[in-house]
């Protein structure tokens, strides 16, 4: 909480995710697989530009047609076919509906998303958490690399780097507060645009410098 408290004062509330419903969210988090989120944005834009922005009209539209759609994010094959697949989920198993999908309890959850083609366990999370608003953590590359640098997880121990353990590293230490963990995370994810970048972190205005000389 004390990383949580330093990030919050630093850098304030994050106002995450940006999507206007649920729907949009969810389709957002499988968008950004691999590409900066104004990319996502265009694709999301131009889906709505043309009325597609919706569960039926996604599962209705050609493949090869949704990929021209979101071009703009990178990969476009692939995610058009991973949209299909999660629209396909959510026909099959929740009669299309985001707030019928909401209602399963959160690992029950999990599990599901996690069976469907091109949907891992950071896309999981972020579904389950910005969209379904349950308390799950998101673990991504900002969140390894600052805890990394600040020893709190091993780098050269594949089983202290795995997403698994990171994920339960803060769920142990946090209470259950889907608030809390939004916010967590888009603030790891400013930490990392901003200051604690790949290759040269600017750490003498961050605020967890002070973690950095207790680690
Ligand atoms: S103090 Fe440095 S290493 Fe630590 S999070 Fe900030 S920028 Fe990264």
């Not at 969209?131 to 990394?148: G, M, N, Q, S, W």
């Not at 290759?199 to 950095?212: A, E, F, H, K, V």
């Amino acid at each position: 909480m004390s990383i949580y408290d330093s990030l919050h004062k630093a850098f304030g509330p994050r106002h995450w995710w940006p999507g206007e419903t649920p729907f949009e969210v969810a389709i957002g988090a499988i968008l950004t697989q691999n590409t900066a989120w104004t990319n996502v944005e265009k694709a999301i834009n131009r889906l709505k530009e043309h009325n597609l922005l919706t569960a039926e009209h996604i599962r209705d539209i050609d493949t090869n047609l949704l990929a021209e759609m979101i071009r703009s994010s990178g990969y476009y094959n692939q995610k058009a076919k991973k949209l299909k697949a999660f629209i396909d989920f959510l026909f099959s198993r929740y009669e299309g509906s985001m707030e019928k999908m909401a209602e399963t309890e959160m690992w029950a959850l999990r599990h599901e998303l996690l069976q469907i083609n091109g949907i891992g366990m950071e896309t999981a999370d972020s579904i389950i958490l910005y969209a379904c608003y349950k308390p799950i953590f998101v673990v991504d590359a900002y969140t390894r690399r600052f805890l990394i640098r600040h020893n709190l997880i091993k780098e050269d121990n594949p089983s202290d780097i795995s997403y698994t353990h990171i994920q339960k590293l803060f769920m142990n230490n946090l209470p259950p507060d889907i608030t809390i963990y939004n916010e967590y995370h888009a603030l790891i994810v400013q930490l990392g645009k901003e200051l604690c970048s790949k290759r040269d972190p600017d750490c003498s205005p961050c605020p967890l410098i002070n973690l950095l000389t207790l680690s």
